[in-house]
């Protein structure tokens, strides 16, 4: 991701009602929340080297979402956190699930850790769908950034 991004990014905090599931301040204008969500991304780029990428659609060439690694530290332990979000648009295409595909196997490919999590509120039932379809299982329940989520888990063989 980088700054010439916000345009196209401000479009995911529009009518999507999967953001309070996002542990950011919702009453926000869009175009700050995509401001901000940038520049975090740009802050774990420098300092060490993960974060969201931008999904493209290969067809149209649109910014569709984003997807990537996570650095986490979750219950004292250090964690490589599958994360995806897409568009609203573009729901329902399957790309969420691509990208956490991509991801998982990137991960295994390159032998970051022994396993993979993706973090996800206990409401968000698409997200869990695609957690479910990349192989993972919910491993816990607790509180995160004041939200309960399941800890989806998936080993690294």
């Known amino acids: 991701m980088s700054k010439d991004d916000i345009e ?18 919702i009453t926000l204008p869009s175009k700050t929340k995509a401001s901000n969500w ?3 991304q740009l802050k774990r780029y420098a300092s060490n080297n993960f ?6 659609e290969k067809d149209g060439g649109h910014l ?3 997807g990537g690694l996570i650095k986490r530290e979750l219950n004292a332990k250090k964690e490589f956190e ?7 648009r573009f729901w329902g295409n399957g790309y969420a699930t691509e990208i956490a595909k991509q991801m998982k196997q990137f991960a295994i490919q390159n032998n970051l850790h022994d396993s993979l999590i993706s973090i996800i509120a206990v409401g968000n039932v698409a997200s869990k769908k695609v ?17 309960q989520v399941n800890i ?5 063989d």
Request: glycine share 8%; aromatic share 12%; proline share 3%.
């Open 38 to 40: 940038i520049e975090i």
């Open 82 to 88: 599958i994360a995806y979000s897409i568009i609203p």
């Open 152 to 156: 989806f888990r998936v080993k690294c």
């Open 64 to 66: 569709i979402g984003v």
């Open 51 to 56: 974060g969201h990428l931008t999904a493209i």
């Open 131 to 147: 957690a479910s379809k990349n192989g993972m299982h919910i491993a816990e329940t607790t509180i995160y950034k004041g939200m």
């Open 8 to 25: 196209d990014w401000m479009e995911f905090f529009i009518d999507n009602p999967l953001e309070k599931y996002l542990g950011i301040d």
